[in-house]
Structure formats: structure tokens, C-alpha cells
């Protein structure tokens, strides 16, 4: 079982990027994958969640209307989608697994991933 994020880069305000988790190992349809964030200095904290078995999306308060979660099962990949960035959503992104429904405790994911880097600035 992996998951791997990708696509972080440097941006400048008001850009956007794209992150990729992609899954390998495991039927992702049946899966829950929870985006989460981890800026220098601060705790991880939940960004998205993409809910198993097209169950929905959810998103932090802090990004909702400027971030949308995706996936392509066949593809065996996950989206998160990063338009009208601001210099506070620089962080290192991570994705992770689990097998229930969607929820933003972190501890309750596992398998996680490689974070990829999001900086935005100018």
C-alpha cells in the first residue's frame, strides 16, 4: 500500500496548482482520502476529503470555494485542485487513507504519504 502526493511548487498569490495522490496497492473507490496540510510552526490540519464510494466531498473552512477534491478511481488518483492561493496556504501537503467515512481527525487516517511542497509567494 502507497500513496504518494505530487505537483506542490513555488506559486505566487492568486495562482493555482494542482496535487496529485496517487494510489497504488490498494482499490482506491473503497477508500476515504483525506488531504491534509502542515504549515512551518503549526499542527497538520484537514484541508479535503474526497469520501469513499462517491460518497462526497468535504473542505476546511479556510478553503472552501477555492479548493476542489477529485479523483479518478480508475486512474487510481486523487486531486486536489488549489485556485486563489494566499500566502498562508503554504504548507507541505499530505494525503492518507481509511477505510470509513469522511472526517478531518488526522488520526484516524493512515498509510500516509509523502507531502509534496506548496509555497506561495511573490
Known amino acids: 500500500v502507497q500513496l504518494q502526493a505530487y505537483g506542490g511548487g513555488l506559486v505566487q498569490p492568486g495562482g493555482s496548482l494542482r496535487l496529485s495522490c496517487a494510489a497504488s496497492?490498494?482499490?482506491?473507490?473503497?477508500?476515504?482520502i483525506g488531504w491534509f496540510r502542515q504549515a512551518p510552526g503549526k499542527e497538520r490540519e484537514g484541508v479535503a476529503v474526497?469520501?469513499?464510494?462517491?460518497?462526497?466531498?468535504y473542505y476546511a473552512d479556510s478553503v472552501k470555494g477555492r479548493f476542489t477534491v477529485s479523483r479518478d478511481n480508475a486512474k487510481k488518483t486523487v486531486y486536489l485542485q488549489m485556485n486563489s492561493l494566499q500566502p498562508e496556504d503554504t504548507a507541505v501537503y499530505f494525503c492518507?487513507?481509511?477505510?470509513?467515512?469522511?472526517?478531518?481527525?488526522?488520526?484516524?487516517?493512515?498509510?500516509w504519504g509523502q507531502g509534496t511542497q506548496v509555497t506561495v509567494s511573490s
Open positions: 492518507a487513507r481509511r477505510l470509513g467515512g469522511p472526517v478531518f481527525r488526522q488520526e484516524l487516517y493512515g498509510d
Open positions: 474526497s469520501s469513499r464510494n462517491g460518497g462526497g466531498t
Open positions: 496497492g490498494f482499490t482506491l473507490g473503497g477508500y476515504t
